[in-house]
T-cell receptor
Framework: GDSVTQMEGPVTLSEEAFLTINCTYT??????LFWYVQYPGEGLQLLLKATKADDKGSNKGFEATYRKETTSFHLEKGSVQVSDSAVYFC????????????FGQGTILTVHP | GAGVSQSPSNKVTEKGKDVELRCDPISGHTALYWYRQSLGQGLEFLIY????????KSGLPSDRFSAERTGGSVSTLTIQRTQQEDSAVYLC????????????FGPGTRLTVL
């Protein structure tokens, strides 16, 4: 079945540091890939997505590239801010499963001033 | 415009009681999903409704869990004879067809079973 494996956290960085959160997946079809973010006290919201190989999703300075050959969708940001502190979830939606999302376990990111 | 809303935001109940959780999706969104976020299991899919089709219940953990969607809009997730392991945040999401869909999540209902 489908599965998503995320880099274990928590991740603690200083402001302006470079961020990478690794994500790899297993899917039976040709999935769409997503990063969702959950800020403290808020609901889950979409950060970025990519729907086909070599697509790059980007938003708020975050980027992730759909790598079919390595079945990966790593999240990166060149310079994190304190306001980026949140829980990040990698997820996939297999076209055979009608949009149902399979999530990774989540990575807690804390950014210190 | 209004997003996905859920009620109640918090629910504390005693073991063995039944609970009902409500979800109001975004107007015009025909697909509706329930997920559960718990410490031990992360975020897991529970049930999916699409239009008038039969729901996909493949993620429901036991027959104590059921859900319905009335008039293609509001959905209710019911947990009968609650157990302590049912304690979690229950999230509802809705999306427009067709896929690949971007799901909009509600704020969740935090359920605590004492």
């Amino acid at each position: 079945g489908d599965s998503v494996t995320q880099m274990e956290g928590p991740v603690t960085l200083s402001e302006e540091a470079f961020l990478t959160i690794n994500c790899t997946y297993t899917a039976t079809g040709y999935p769409s890939l997503f990063w969702y973010v959950q800020y403290p006290g808020e609901g889950l919201q979409l950060l970025l997505k990519a729907t086909k190989a070599d697509d790059k999703g980007s938003n708020k300075g975050f980027e992730a590239t759909y790598r079919k050959e390595t079945t990966s969708f790593h999240l990166e940001k060149g310079s994190v801010q304190v306001s980026d502190s949140a829980v990040y979830f990698c997820a996939l939606s297999d076209p055979g499963r009608e949009g149902k999302l399979t999530f990774g376990q989540g990575t807690i990111l804390t950014v210190h001033p | 415009g209004a997003g996905v809303s859920q009620s109640p935001s918090n629910k504390v109940t005693e073991k063995g009681k039944d609970v009902e959780l409500r979800c109001d999706p975004i107007s015009g969104h025909t697909a509706l999903y329930w997920y559960r976020q718990s410490l031990g299991q992360g975020l897991e899919f529970l049930i999916y409704f699409q239009g008038n089709s039969a729901p996909d219940k493949s993620g429901l953990p036991s027959d104590r869990f059921s859900a319905e969607r009335t008039g293609g809009s509001v959905s209710t997730l019911t947990i009968q004879r609650t157990q302590q392991e049912d304690s979690a945040v229950y999230l509802c999401a809705s999306s427009k067809p067709p896929g690949p869909d971007t799901q909009y999540f509600g704020p969740g209902t935090r359920l605590t079973v004492l």
